[in-house]
């Protein structure tokens, strides 16, 4: 029985040794903790981290330390006070603004007037003129007094307005040629505003002529790089319910009240290439009416562009029998003014101008008008066109009428013949592509 006992003991006997070991830490942890509990403050700091940041000894200033300068002899620099004075101050220095003293350019001792520095700022050198700007206006020996103010005429050199006050165009003539004319200028002063800053250069503007401030809208414009164009209000079909007003130009006038009317509306401002109706369904399709207008408009050297809002044959035909410059519209942009309507008719510019070599559209001035105009133009080059301005599609048509003519005739070309136009030469000349304006 005694073996059996130790038989099952001997497992427990093997565990004495760990079990007194562990006991025995386990005293002495408690002798430990009551004694700091009896002696100790009772205060445990928490530790800190074993890897504390120590700041950096501060580096030995270098020979060309610039905080450290000194001079050849080794002596450094001193910052001295001014003499005679404790501390800085503004004594002399006015609170308010005062006018500039005259004759005085510096050492002033009283504040600037801001008008004074608006205007020195706005005659500084450093003012970039627009690229695109076109010659102000009036050019000297294109104009003489008439009724209203100066008239145009041709210059004793030659010189037509048509092509003087035109803007240069030097694109790529066996592109596709697209030209926009927005009229209606004047009359709105924040649609005005929008189609000067805008559009493209190359689109025209065509003003009102009962305007207000008429010649300072055609300066600004031109200034944007626009050329421009004047309307001659001309009768309508329902005249005199829908008045253009006092100086229309009427059917039935006779030669010398139109002539009158005529250097009245032309006489109000200087600087435009060329006249464009103002409504006229009327008095455009009386051949007799138009060839006396576009006879006193050759004689001045002034173009002419019509809307596209009449009939074609009739306009072409008082043309051909004055020799003017002109040219119809193909399209009207914004009969509808819906901003797909527009597009619409933007996008059958393009696909003219693809046929035909050149489109001309005309629109008025609306906001979705302007709007839609100058968001197309802007990839208009992408897509393979030329945005022009309309004098060079009008000499381009031109010169391609006195071509044809010419082959017609089996006559030759005439390559002395000018315009302003690089399509003023024969296309066929490798000359012609660098000719310019």
Known sequence: MSTAILRHAQPLLTLRAPLFAGLAAA????????????????????????RGVEPAPAPELASNDLRADHAETGTPIRFLDPEGEDEVSLTGVGEGFHAAA??????????????????????????????????????????????????PIIATNGTRPSRAYARPYHGDPGAPTIAVVIGG????????????????????????????????????ARAAGHEVLIEAPMEPFDYPN???GPHTLLADGTAEENGRRLAWVMSRATGYYGVT?????????????????????????VAFLHDGAGRRSTIEAAADATDIEYAVADRILDEDLSPDAIDERLLALEALAIQNGSALGTGFAYPATVDQIR????????????LAPPSAVMARRRLEARL??????????DDAASTDHRWARNPDDAASASSGH
Request: hydrophobic share 40%.
């Open 242 to 244: 829908n008045d253009p």
């Open 27 to 50: 005293g002495v942890l408690s002798l430990m903790i009551g004694g700091v509990a009896l002696f100790g403050d009772g205060e445990i700091t928490l530790p800190r981290a074993v």
């Open 375 to 386: 968001d197309w133009a802007v990839s208009l080059d992408l897509r393979g066109y030329e």
């Open 185 to 220: 200028m004047g009359l709105n002063s924040t649609v005005t505003e929008a189609a000067i800053n805008e559009l493209p250069p190359e689109v025209a503007l065509s003003f009102a002529v009962y305007t207000r401030d008429l010649q300072s809208w055609i300066d600004r």
């Open 102 to 151: 005259t004759g005085t350019t510096a050492n002033h001792t009283s504040g600037s007037d801001p008008a004074d520095a608006e205007s020195r700022h706005a005659t500084t050198p450093s003012t970039v003129a627009n690229p695109n700007a076109l010659a102000p206006a009036p050019i000297a020996g294109l104009t003489e007094p008439g009724p209203g103010g100066p008239l």
């Open 277 to 301: 109706n103002y409504l006229g369904a009327r008095f455009s399709a009386s051949q007799g009416a138009m060839r006396q207008v576009f006879g006193t408009l050759e004689e001045r050297g």
């Open 404 to 413: 044809a003519a010419e082959a017609t005739a089996g006559t030759p070309h």
